[in-house]
């Protein structure tokens, strides 16, 4: 079965300055990997997704996101961050052929002026 | 276009009573779901749809009742509510693009229900 960790439940970072949450995946098939965001009381909104070609993913907000597959791992950047980027981060993986698709715990983005 | 639409926004309940979850799509999506996220857990599947009359169980099923009658509406059932079951429920849908790879389906989340169980 496939699982998801993203280690940092919770990253500062100073407005301006660039930002990486880490997200690493085990799975023994092939996976489409996602990024969802979440504002404060809402619900969740898809930030980006990988599901083949290039491993280099651009989403909204300025946000990208690299797919190693050697690695697995599928880590979220944006190399400036602003105020309203605040919010809680899930990567997801889901396995091809399949429609269960599995969240990490989430990583908390606190930017600060 | 209202998207998912989930009611009640805010619940308190006693241990022991039941409630229903409403969710309702008017985007004619086939796939329903609805997840739990609890602090440091993420968000956990509770039910899935992947069309009317057909429902399946996800990581964490036991205490929810889930039925599928309409595309559109997917209720989740508390039968008897325990202090547990206190968390935030979001319901989603997707689809299956025409052309898209089966499984690439983005899930289109509700604004969440918040309950608390005394």
């Known amino acids: 079965a496939q699982s998801v960790t993203q280690l940092d439940s919770q990253v500062p970072v100073f407005e301006e300055a660039p930002v990486e949450l880490r997200c690493n995946y085990s799975s023994s098939v092939s996976v489409y990997l996602f990024w969802y965001v979440q504002y404060p009381n809402q619900g969740l909104q898809l930030l980006l997704k990988y599901l083949s070609g290039s491993t280099l993913v651009k989403g909204i907000n300025g946000f990208e996101a690299e797919f190693n597959k050697s690695q697995t791992s599928f880590h979220l950047r944006k190399p400036s961050v602003h105020i309203s980027d605040t919010a809680e981060y899930f990567c997801?993986?889901?396995?091809?052929?399949?429609?269960?698709?599995?969240f990490g715990t989430g990583t908390r983005l606190l930017v600060s002026p | 276009n209202a998207g998912v639409t989930q009611t009640p926004k805010f619940q308190v309940l006693k241990t022991g009573q039941s409630m229903t979850l409403q969710c309702a799509q008017d985007m004619n999506h086939e796939y329903m779901s609805w997840y739990r996220q609890d602090p440091g857990m993420g968000l956990r599947l509770i039910h899935y749809?992947?069309?009317?009359?057909?429902?399946d169980q996800g990581e964490v099923p036991n205490g929810y009742n889930v039925s599928r009658s309409t595309t559109e509406d997917f209720p989740l059932r508390l039968l008897s509510a325990a202090p547990s079951q206190t968390s935030v429920y979001f319901c989603?849908?997707?689809?299956?693009?025409?052309?898209?790879?089966?499984?690439?389906?983005?899930?289109?989340f509700g604004a969440g229900s918040r309950l608390t169980v005394l």
């Open positions: 989603a849908s997707s689809y299956e693009a025409s052309g898209s790879p089966f499984g690439a389906n983005v899930l289109t």
């Open positions: 997801a993986v889901r396995n091809t052929g399949f429609q269960k698709l599995v």
């Open positions: 749809s992947v069309g009317a009359g057909i429902t």
